[in-house]
């Protein structure tokens, strides 16, 4: 009678798991969601840097066959990769809700932080000045400082301003390699530019001229000359190419038409995205950097965040399936180890798949996928009912839009 009581409580507890794990939720509670994760994923590269103390706790977990210097590069991976991930988010008002004062919270802390980062005295100071994979993460807090400007650049002193400026120029020593490295180099020249300092024009050019030629039709870019299938066209290239046009046409540096071309592709890409998400809020672990996690999302999640998905896809159907994504990432623990730091995976403890490139800090990338709560917690996004993504209405049997390439 022991056993069988002990069984059925098991079976319950396992239904009740279930019936929550496919409940619907509201908007709200996604958001909150979203809020909690990012912030749960974030805090120990934020908190750390703000008390001086990333060097002395972050992990510095490897594949066994990395290739880089690591103490040199993996510290600017985390906060570069950190930085643009949650920059939309932390560019929202101060307000007094719960969320409101994690937000101020953070970027207070963050704020700090980078002044620590880029202060020779401090425990904390992370050098950009030799090896090349700077070049890539240098890219990635230019981009932060792009996204959030009135929250994460202005507020900081001049001396500290001066200190990323100089940082900033010392890339200049180094070249990458001859793929979408060159539009690392070209956005932190053009956020040089913004701020109306002396910036290269040629790697600006030569970064844009590029992207162009390796443009391959329907949305996707190849990464250098040889097209590879892999994600890359959401972790770096639609975002950085669209940001880095957006500083050129303001500008007047480029032209309107290029900024706005670049958008129709990502646009275009973001379709692609949406409906890789499968039924179950699961997508496919194929090529590099699968690491990145939810960084994949990165191109969708900016289009919601501009307000600029296509007339058919709602932004409530973004929503839910990347927050069931989310849910299948996050929600539990087996992306964290016990101190909350990421670890080597795509979904749990897979050190084998990191890349040669890939430690600790590089992870971060996964904070992309969270630009759209940029968006306020008002905005339709957020506020419309549950709606389902191309792929569950697909396998459910109801009407969905035929998919055709594009030309342009």
Not at 31 to 56: C, D, G, M, Q
């Amino acid at each position: 009678m022991k056993y069988k009581m002990l069984f059925a409580l098991l079976m319950f507890f396992q239904f009740t798991s279930a019936q929550n794990k496919n409940r619907i939720t509201t908007g709200l509670e996604d958001r909150e969601f979203w809020v909690k994760s990012l912030y749960k994923i974030s805090y120990p590269v934020i908190h750390n840097l703000a008390n001086e103390t990333l060097k002395k706790n972050m992990p510095l977990a490897h594949n066994p066959d990395y290739g880089l210097n690591l103490t040199k590069v993996t510290y600017l991976e985390a906060v570069g990769r950190t930085m643009a991930g949650v920059a939309p988010w932390l560019a929202l008002p101060d307000d007094e809700t719960k969320e409101g004062k994690m937000r101020k919270t953070m970027r207070l802390e963050l704020l700090k932080g980078l002044t620590n980062s880029v202060n020779p005295a401090s425990p904390d100071y992370i050098s950009y000045r030799s090896e090349g994979q700077p070049i890539v993460d240098a890219a990635y807090v230019a981009q932060a400082f792009l996204r959030a400007p009135k929250a994460l650049w202005e507020p900081l002193d001049e001396l500290t301003k001066k200190r990323f400026i100089e940082e900033f120029k010392s890339l200049r020593t180094r070249t990458g390699a001859y793929n979408n490295w060159l539009l690392f180099a070209g956005l932190t020249e053009g956020f040089l530019l913004s701020i109306g300092e002396q910036y290269d024009p040629a790697r600006v050019q030569f970064a844009v001229n590029k992207m162009k030629e390796w443009y391959v039709g329907d949305s996707w870019y190849s990464d250098g000359a040889k097209f590879s299938m892999d994600y890359y066209n959401s972790y770096v290239i639609h975002s950085m190419l669209v940001d880095l046009l957006k500083v050129l046409a303001d500008k007047k540096k480029a032209p309107e038409s290029d900024y706005n071309l670049a958008v129709k592709r990502m646009v275009r890409y973001s379709e692609y995205l949406e409906r890789l998400i499968s039924p179950e809020g699961t997508y496919s672990p194929y090529g590099r950097s699968i690491t990145y996690r939810t960084a994949a999302f990165q191109a969708l999640a900016q289009t919601a965040l501009m307000d600029k998905l296509p007339e058919y896809i709602k932004p409530a159907q973004v929503r839910c399936a990347l927050t069931k994504v989310m849910r299948n990432m996050y929600e539990g623990n087996q992306n964290f180890d016990d101190k909350g730091w990421l670890v080597l995976g795509f979904n749990g403890h897979q050190p084998e798949i990191a890349d040669i490139y890939t430690s600790t800090g590089s992870l971060y990338m996964a904070t992309l996928g969270f630009l759209t709560l940029g968006l306020p917690a008002d905005h339709k996004f957020w506020t419309d009912v549950f709606a389902p993504w191309t792929s569950l209405k697909a396998w459910k049997g109801e009407p969905i839009k035929k998919d055709y390439k594009v030309e342009y």
